[in-house]
């Protein structure tokens, strides 16, 4: 067998090796219809007219109950919303765990934006 037939076959003992990913986020959340809409509730204001101010909201509970699949799985349905209605919202995800400081948290934002930063560097206010 071939190196190419190899990685052309792919996993032998699992159908979607993808989902095991800590990245990975199910089309389906059970059990957070409510949490979902509790956020579009919030922010309706942001998808009706983007240039307006937004809620801050705090996902809060223990380790491991979904908070950082409902707050992803929420960013990409207000992707899709607003991509259908043509109205420019983008979703970022920063984990401010990782991220700490200001400046990273702006990096964060700006490379899941495609925004060109030069490598010289930038200030947090600068950027």
């Not at 699992?14 to 059970?30: A, C, G, Q, T």
């Not at 983007?50 to 349905?77: C, E, H, N, W």
């Amino acid at each position: 067998m071939s190196i190419e037939e190899i990685w052309d076959r792919g996993s032998l003992i699992f159908k979607h090796e993808d989902r095991l990913s800590i990245d990975y986020v199910p089309m389906y959340l059970p059990h957070r219809k409510r949490h979902l809409e509790m956020l579009a509730r919030m922010f309706i204001q942001v998808v009706k007219n983007p240039r307006s101010f937004s809620q801050r909201v705090i996902l809060g509970g223990p380790v491991g109950t979904g908070k950082t699949a409902v707050a992803k799985s929420f960013g990409k349905k207000v992707e899709n919303y607003s991509l259908r209605r043509n109205i420019n919202i983008r979703y970022a995800h920063v984990n401010c765990h990782k991220a700490r400081t200001l400046f990273l948290i702006m990096k964060t934002v700006a490379k899941q934006l495609n925004l060109p930063i030069p490598q010289r560097g930038f200030s947090s206010h600068e950027l």
